[in-house]
């Protein structure tokens, strides 16, 4: 069993789903990935909330670095939620699989796939916790 997300993820996760309903009511689907995250972030921005984008995530492996940017995660909201923005016809299995993997390799518990290339965005919008 896991333990409960903190208030703070709790109040990010409340707003990072309500910037994704801003872009999405005001851009709807069919866009590029990178129009919708800069237009998330500006949200974010908005409310003042801190982020980061296209965050490298290193690679450890037995106490070992093996890659420094292994990975990449598209915003690291306030040092404490993974958001995985996509604009693509349907979700593969393999990016859930992604989000977790990257949740562990940097200690996070709380994710979003967000995927603005739906009809209703509340369709597109997946929560992660581990």
């Keep these: ?76 909201v306030d040092e404490l939620v993974i958001c995985e923005l996509k604009s693509v016809e349907e979700i593969k299995r393999i990016w859930m699989a992604q989000i977790i993997s990257h949740l562990k390799l940097t200690n996070l518990r709380l994710g979003y796939l967000i995927n603005f290339n739906v009809p209703l965005i509340k369709n597109g919008i997946k929560r992660v916790v581990i």
């Design 1 to 76: 069993m896991y333990l409960k997300i903190s208030e703070r993820e709790d109040f990010l996760g409340k707003e990072i789903v309500d910037a994704a309903y801003k872009v999405h009511r005001e851009l709807g689907p069919g866009l590029l990935e990178k129009v919708y995250e800069s237009c998330f972030c500006y949200e974010l921005g908005l409310k003042g909330i801190s982020y980061k984008r296209q965050v490298d995530i290193p690679i450890n492996y037995k106490d070992e670095l093996f890659f420094e940017d292994g990975l990449r995660m598209d915003v690291l």
